[in-house]
């Protein structure tokens, strides 16, 4: 794969990175800013999600129902991520129609209206969103686990936000995060596919250096102290299913130990793609994947990690067996871990890790829109160096660091151990 | 018409000049396009066999046994199997399908002989291992378990039994607890040796490989398959008319939002006025920010998160409907939103401005599909699917500009009774 590409920044402090693909008639953008579930505080925990909403609905020069179709009109695919650390806004299209998406990006990170007839019927939206939500026992588990594991740090609730502030939050609450998050010194521009970057830059300066400069507001980042201590979680809802989630604190994107967590999480629950589109490969041969499916004490399990500004989670989430029990899963499960923290695993452990990478590479390499993807992603947290020497740094894992990763974070008081259960008493259906 | 975006794309159109078809002595047919932008490869496809075949007694039969296949066979243990495919980084599903049992699979190209290797063995030598089969059989239930709380699932099953009652299409392709309970090791083995057969058995691959590479190696490992006792698939029973009650709930008590599933029996993917259903489907329920009915439901109303229409297509005739998910206080309200967008679209052509995105549309996006091999195996395994032709994508933009408005009233008035709608709705 070449990994030539082109990294800029323009006068009003936009970051700009660009990578020329020859392998489809397509490009793809992606408009970064540096805000998300970690810039919210009580009160107004969702609304990086909810102005993401509000940006689809419209400006004078793209009212709302010129906006939703000019994209698909030429083919093209759109869409907007909120995440703990971001929220993004991507079109790919075919590449001789990229510049509407220049256009339309440049346009709406200031003159979005933010009508407050649209706010409120956004806000009914927002509040379906999460009872669709709701209705899914892992998010449930999911959002106490979370917030258990985050007494402190802002990642402490769930990037939908909380019902009542989805209730209570304002227009104008929406409208000041807009104006204070969205300026160039806060974004960052990444275009992929069939064009000539020198070209390309000039359009990219023509539309976006006239903007206002802006640059990124201050935030207080209050770190989660450490965990003393295992902590436990308990919620009851609907259904027959016992689903145990455990979390365990892991480091920061950034962290040299990031790399050998992600080959320590790859041996015990299974390789992560980490793309976001390309897809993932099995995990029977897991350790934990033997260790509780195999022994008929989960149905399914799945682990993973994910690259963020803060020190996250590592989380491991598994659907009991109903013939087994939270408590025996949740012992095999210790047990397995207790030896990788005993002794480290074989060298080809790690070179089998390195293989598994290379190959969700590849099939992530497919498509263009996930390669202007990881350049926007990685320079959030990092660096896209962070993606290109992804696996090189995979590679210089040793077995020692894959036992060193476990003895120092997968230990009990390290976690928040979650399980949901059945409720007593539950109506029976009609 | 106004194929906007055609011209320049053409060329990575794939066409009868860049695609292998070889048939096999004993009628497999194999799809190779070679792509060397990326170091992988895509090897998709099907065999005749899914859950028509299945008694009902037996339900979700095809997909236990093509769960099973991959649980040992006569060279390698379950744990041999996974080992191989995962050490490489490669994936290969095998599920049981209405009409076929489809594969997927994925690997670096220079691991195409393993996956070639397993998916031979997997479909001709499966040993169906009791232990595995228990296993399974524990997985398959919890699943059900879990269908059983799931408002989407459950809304979208019931609607299935309102439109096509007595119909294969009314029964879960998983089955029920019941059906899954009776199954035993011998109806896997009797379905397996029945069913799997290189009769109607499609293979598409496309990565960093030469044709002939692919033809040599399915021809040592596949050519010599045979299985005199394949039946024919039989035909499909007529559409029956919907089911009274037209309108059903499933109570699933301490949900937070009800999911609701309005619609019809709809056309055949071979049908004549598939690509004008389609083109209409696109503009109501689609388009944009999910055309007519996302403008209404979600935009102007905001009751849903997800409010949406989708036409399946397929093998035979499967359902066309609405689909969305509101509080539950606001069902009826989005109900009628839906009947009156249902009602203008089988009373009204769509206009011509909607006519021309929704064809712009279809036009552009094709290109967009088929970036990824995984993208183009499906798009190349369709092409024999439904008999499309090889040429088909490279005609795909004057087929989709010569559909008229009044092609799409037609299509919508031929599906779509306003009257006569199934409802199926699943919340607390």
Not at chain 1, 247 to 263: E, G, I, M, R, T
Not at chain 2, 117 to 125: A, F, I, K, P
Not at chain 2, 175 to 204: N, W
């Amino acid at each position: 794969m070449d990994n030539s590409f082109t990294k800029t920044t323009l006068t009003n402090g936009l970051t700009v990175l660009l990578k020329e693909i020859r392998t489809a008639p397509i490009a793809s953008l992606w408009l970064w800013y540096r805000v998300g579930s970690r810039n919210e505080v009580p009160g107004v925990t969702g609304i990086s999600h909810w102005t993401e909403h509000m940006q689809f609905k419209g400006t004078e020069r793209y009212p709302a129902e010129v906006l939703d179709k000019a994209v698909a009109r030429e083919g093209g695919y759109r869409n907007a991520l909120t995440f703990l650390d971001w929220t993004t806004y991507f079109e790919t299209l075919p590449a001789d129609k990229i510049s509407l998406a220049l256009d339309l990006e440049a346009d709406r990170m200031y003159n979005s209206f933010f009508a407050p007839e649209e706010v409120e019927s956004e806000r009914t939206v927002i509040i379906s969103e999460r009872q669709g939500n709701e209705n899914e026992p892992m998010f449930l588990l999911a959002e106490e686990v979370q917030a258990a594991a985050f007494r402190v740090h802002s990642y402490h609730h769930e990037v939908i936000g909380d019902l009542i502030d989805l209730q209570t939050m304002s227009r104008d609450d929406l409208y000041q995060h807009y104006r204070k998050h969205y300026v160039p010194g806060n974004a960052i521009l990444t275009v992929a596919g069939d064009f000539v970057t020198g070209e390309m830059l000039d359009r990219i300066r023509e539309l976006y250096e006239p903007l206002a400069d802006g640059s990124a507001p201050e935030l207080t980042v209050r770190p989660e102290p450490e965990q003393s201590g295992e902590r436990l979680i308990n919620v009851e809802g609907p259904g027959e299913t016992t689903y145990v989630q455990a979390a365990y604190h892991a480091p920061a994107a950034s962290d040299p130990d990031f790399f050998a967590y992600l080959v320590t999480d790859s041996l015990l629950t299974g390789p992560s793609s980490l793309n976001l589109f390309g897809g993932g490969i099995s995990n029977k041969t897991s350790r934990l994947y033997k260790a509780l499916v195999d022994k008929e004490l989960a149905v399914s399990l799945q682990g993973g990690l994910i690259a963020t500004i803060d020190p996250f989670l590592h989380t491991i989430v598994a659907t009991v067996h109903p013939e087994s029990t939270a408590e025996k899963l949740i012992l095999a499960m210790d047990e397995e871990i207790n030896q990788l923290q005993d002794s480290p695993p074989a060298q080809e452990v790690v070179d089998r890790a390195v293989k598994q990478a290379r190959a969700l590479f590849a099939y992530g390499s497919e498509s263009i829109t996930n390669q202007a993807f990881w350049m926007g992603y990685a320079e959030i947290f990092d660096t896209y160096d962070w993606f290109l020497n992804y696996l090189d740094r995979l590679a210089a894992v040793t077995p020692e660091e894959v036992q060193r990763i476990a003895q120092k974070y997968m230990r009990p008081g390290n976690r928040v151990l979650g399980i949901y259960r059945p409720a007593e008493n539950q109506e029976v259906p009609a | 018409m106004s194929p906007k975006n055609s011209g320049n794309l053409h060329h990575s159109l794939p066409g009868p000049d860049d695609i292998t078809r070889h048939e096999l002595s004993n009628e497999i047919v194999l799809l190779v396009r070679s792509n060397f932008n990326s170091p992988s490869v895509v090897v998709n496809g099907y065999l005749m066999g899914g859950s028509l075949f299945e008694e009902d007694e037996k339900l979700g039969l095809a997909g236990f046994t093509a769960s099973t296949l991959m649980r040992g066979t006569t060279q390698r243990t379950y744990n041999e199997i996974y080992d191989a495919i995962e050490s490489a980084g490669a994936s290969l599903n095998i599920s049981g399908g209405t009409h076929t049992t489809g594969f997927g699979s994925k690997a670096l190209a220079e691991d195409l002989d393993l996956l070639l290797e397993l998916l031979s063995e997997s479909v001709r030598q499966p040993v169906f291992p009791p232990e595995q089969i228990e296993l399974l059989r524990a997985r398959m239930l919890t699943s059900l378990a879990i269908r059983a709380q799931d408002t989407r699932e459950m809304s979208s099953l019931t609607f299935d039994q309102i439109a096509y009652p007595g119909h294969p299409y009314s029964r879960p392709e998983d089955g029920y607890p019941e059906t899954v309970q009776a199954i035993t090791r011998d109806d896997l083995v009797e379905f397996h040796q029945t069913h799997y057969g290189p009769k109607g058995m499609v293979l598409s691959v496309v990565g960093a490989i030469e044709p002939e590479q692919v033809i040599e190696k399915v021809e040592h490992l596949l050519g010599d398959w045979e299985n005199s006792g394949q039946p024919e698939p039989s035909p499909l029973p007529p559409n029956p008319p919907p089911a009274e009650p037209l309108t059903r709930k499933v109570d699933i008590p301490g949900k937070f939002q009800a999911d609701l599933v309005v619609g019809v029996i709809g056309p055949e993917r071979r049908a004549e006025d598939y690509l004008a259903a389609s083109l209409g489907n696109n503009i109501l329920g689609v388009f944009g920010m999910m055309g007519r009915i996302g403008e209404v439901v979600r935009e102007k109303a905001g009751l849903a998160y997800y409010a949406y229409s989708s036409l399946a297509g397929g093998m035979g005739p499967g359902p066309w409907y609405v689909s969305a998910g509101v509080d539950p206080q606001n069902v009826d309200q989005a109900l009628d939103l839906v009947r009156q967008e249902i009602k203008r679209f089988t009373s009204e052509p769509v206009t011509e401005d909607e006519l021309a995105d929704s064809q712009s549309n279809f036009i552009g996006r094709l290109p967009l599909s088929l970036e990824s091999n995984s993208g183009m195996a499906s798009a190349i395994l369709n092409l024999e699917r439904y008999d499309l032709g090889l040429d088909y994508y490279r005609r795909y933009a004057d087929l989709v500009g010569e559909v008229t408005s009044e092609d799409i009233l037609k299509a919508a008035r031929k599906y779509w009774d306003p009257e006569r709608l199934g409802v199926g709705i699943a919340g607390p």
